[in-house]
């Protein structure tokens, strides 16, 4: 059975101008651009691969136990 919006998604993909998906396009990339920018200028010191997991990793078992975070 299709989602709900599928048929949506369907005609958004097919309907629109190849203007509009080109400015949603170059939209997209300019946000994603900022976000990538933004997290290089962050100021706060970065942490490792392991210990980001690690900390995920007792998030992950706090939600499992119910726990709040």
């Known amino acids: 059975m299709p989602a709900k919006n599928d048929n949506a998604v369907f005609l958004m993909r ?3 101008s190849e203007t509009q998906q080109q400015l949603n ?3 997209y990339d300019a946000w994603f ?3 990538v920018q933004a ?3 962050d ?3 970065s942490i490792s691969d392991e210990e980001a997991r690690r900390l995920f990793a ?3 078992e706090k939600l499992r ?3 709040k975070l």
Do not use: C, H, V
């Open 14 to 16: 097919t309907k629109m």
């Open 25 to 27: 396009k170059e939209a």
């Open 39 to 41: 997290s290089l200028n």
């Open 65 to 67: 136990r119910g726990e």
């Open 58 to 60: 007792i998030k992950r």
């Open 43 to 45: 100021p706060r010191p």
């Open 33 to 35: 651009r900022a976000q």
